[in-house]
């Protein structure tokens, strides 16, 4: 089993984040750090080699719809509907300047 962590190395570690701690958050992080080494610890030792290697748990599919040519909205009334148009576009205000 490997050495616990201690409340120096928390310290440390939170000094090269940048992370002022106060005592009590040092040792309750300490304690909560032990407890995920463990649980890595408990991990490593399982037995995997009759375990396929995995990307993710689930088979992933396709979850798009097809993509189907639909009918479509008429030109000159959509254009109709616009507050300003000119030369079958829409007609928008200039938002850099002169106009090209």
Do not use: C, Y
């Not at 009590?24 to 304690?31: R, V």
């Not at 037995?47 to 689930?58: G, S, Y």
């Not at 189907?68 to 829409?90: I, M, N, Y």
């Amino acid at each position: 089993m490997a050495e616990r962590i201690t409340r120096d190395d928390v310290a440390k570690v939170a000094q090269l984040a940048r992370l002022a701690l106060t005592d009590d958050e040092l040792d309750t992080f300490t304690g909560q750090l032990a407890a995920v080494l463990e649980h890595a610890e408990d991990v490593a030792a399982l037995d995997l080699a009759d375990v396929a290697p995995t990307a993710h748990p689930l088979q992933l599919g396709n979850v798009l719809r097809p993509d189907v040519v639909g009918p479509t909205l008429d030109r000159d009334e959509v254009l109709a509907a616009a507050p300003s148009a000119e030369d079958g576009r829409f007609r928008v205000p200039t938002i850099l300047g002169e106009a090209p």
